[in-house]
């Protein structure tokens, strides 16, 4: 079982019509043509957010919410999606960097399995090592102040999570 595997003993096309946590080559053929993509950096205190276009190209800083229960997170998430036309979530997982799971890799497996129960969409669990340290230095190259980096760090971080599962689906898609 891969990373970005969660079948919990149910097909896959069950898994794609209640919403579930699809590995990648199936996340990707779950998707229809045109609808946007959310990023989600899952975080104990906040959840930064991401949106690709509808062409799925370019993944853009969206907003970071300030996290609660999960059902207030997700009721945000559902107006968010309403809003923008979203037909799938990436989430982070924040793996070790020796690729094994700690109780913040759990912790974002759970957000993730009953972020697809409520939503109804595909979820794609994508590793997310070194994306906050990534977003940082990008902050600082961009002479962003300390204060206005720890309000964006974020919703960056989520940008890259998200950047880098279009990135890789784009690349499945040409050597296809």
Sequence with gaps: MSENDDHSGRGSTDLMRAGGILPLD????????????????VGTKTLGLAISDVSRMIASGLET???????????????????????GYVVGLPLNLDGSQGARSQASRAFARNLGAAMGAPVLLWDERLSTVEAERTLIAADTSRRRRAEVIDKVAATIILQGALDRMRTMRTSA
């Design 65 to 87: 919410i300030r996290r609660s229960k999960f059902k207030e997170d997700s009721r945000r998430l559902l107006e968010i999606s309403a809003q923008l036309d979203v037909v």
């Design 26 to 41: 199936v996340f990707a053929a779950a998707l229809p043509n045109g609808g946007r993509l959310v990023g989600i950096d």
